[in-house]
């Protein structure tokens, strides 16, 4: 029972223009959300993170979208570059207090040049 | 200068055996973790220690025992692995518990079960 779903396991886009990452969850109880990227033979890296009392956040070309009531979040990335390629993970997480977070199974972002 | 390191990198064994991944951390974080990525890359959360203090326990089986000899160090030894036990292992830290502090992750650790 997966409660963080990304259903679209790869995507290509190429360079300069958008790329959009989607993410679904199930729990309404989750209260924080986060992007992270992994390259190849490498861990995980914190992109970008929304609480749940916002419906937006943005840093540099990295946006992030929730919408609570779609229980669905996206990751915008404008403008895409080939160094973006990477596997992209949602997270969200049941309590803020502990650190638990739980993943998706992450979407292959490939940006042609 | 690695901030989450993870050692061995690859680690290849017969069922049975007792093996051991260590995880250190540099980053002077109290906070750390292991997670597992399954064959179907969902990274799924197995423990979490808070100052040498188990926090998170998921639902695990007792062969995995994490060890937190100091707050720089969290290793997990397996007993008796078994062919499911195939998969990436990550180790994290972070500054606090709280999600509001970012987790840093190692290389992760590629356990092969024959």
């Known amino acids: 029972d997966q409660q963080v779903k990304q259903n679209s396991p790869s995507l290509s886009v190429q360079e300069g223009r958008i790329s959009i990452l989607n993410c679904d969850y199930t729990n309404s109880m989750f209260d924080y959300f986060l992007w992270y990227k992994k390259y190849p033979a490498e861990g995980p890296t914190f992109l970008i993170s929304?609480?749940?009392?916002?419906d937006k956040n943005e840093d540099g070309r990295f946006t992030v979208f929730l919408n609570k009531s779609a229980k669905h979040l996206s990751l915008h990335i404008v403008p895409s570059q080939p160094g973006d390629s990477a596997v992209y993970f949602c997270?969200?997480?049941?309590?803020?207090?502990?650190?638990?977070?739980?993943f998706g199974q992450g979407t292959t972002l490939q940006v042609k040049p | 200068d690695t901030a989450v390191s993870q050692t061995p990198k690859y680690l290849v064994t017969q069922m049975g055996n007792d093996k051991s991944i260590k995880c250190e951390q540099n980053l002077g974080h109290d906070t750390m973790y292991w997670y597992k990525q399954d064959s179907k890359k969902f990274l799924k959360i197995m423990f979490s220690y808070n100052n040498k203090e188990l926090i998170i326990n998921e639902t695990v089986p007792n062969r995995f025992s994490p060890k937190s000899p100091d707050k720089a160090h969290l290793n997990l030894h397996i007993n008796s692995l078994e062919l499911g036990d195939s998969a990436v292992y990550f180790c994290?830290?972070?500054?606090?518990?709280?999600?509001?502090?970012?987790?840093?992750f190692g290389p992760g650790t590629r356990l092969t079960v024959t």
């Open positions: 997270a969200a997480s049941p309590s803020s207090n502990t650190g638990k977070l739980i």
């Open positions: 929304i609480s749940s009392i916002k």
């Open positions: 994290a830290s972070s500054h606090r518990r709280s999600l509001y502090y970012e987790q840093y």
